[in-house]
Nanobody, 121 residues
Framework: QVQLVESGGGLVQPGGSLRLSCVAS????????MGWYCQAPGKERELVAS???????NYADSVKGRFTISRDNAKNMVYLQMNSLKPEDTAVYYC???????????????WGQGTQVTVSS
């Protein structure tokens, strides 16, 4: 009964910016790591960025210096600020979170439904 819902995708010109948001809701006891993955047509889903509950971050080499991941633990939210976007960033972006739920007490890796990001002139 936990779900992740993303928002903020869309169409942007090369060099532009977008901010993705993801909120976790439901019977949540604790959220561990959260992250963003992307999947382009014909490619496998791959990690874009992740952040631990303590704030340690990790980025794919392709987005270092352009994307910033952050989270608000009080709101159960994670964000991805994407700057200097390139056409090759075009993909469906998925929110991911490792969550301990309350009832039943269980640890599961949850995924959002995905949000499309298209970078094109």
């Amino acid at each position: 009964q936990v779900q992740l819902v993303e928002s903020g995708g869309g169409l942007v010109q090369p060099g532009g910016s977008l901010r993705l948001s993801c909120v976790a809701s439901g019977s949540i006891f604790r959220i561990n790591a959260m992250g963003w993955y992307c999947q382009a047509p014909g490619k496998e889903r791959e990690l874009v960025a992740s952040i631990t509950s303590g704030g340690s971050v990790n980025y794919a080499d392709s987005v270092k210096g352009r994307f910033t991941i952050s989270r608000d633990n009080a709101k159960n939210m994670v964000y991805l600020q994407m700057n200097s976007l390139k056409p090759e960033d075009t993909a469906v972006y998925y929110c991911n979170a490792n969550i301990w739920s309350r009832a039943p007490y269980n640890n599961v890796n949850y995924w959002g439904q995905g949000t499309q990001v298209t970078v094109s002139s």
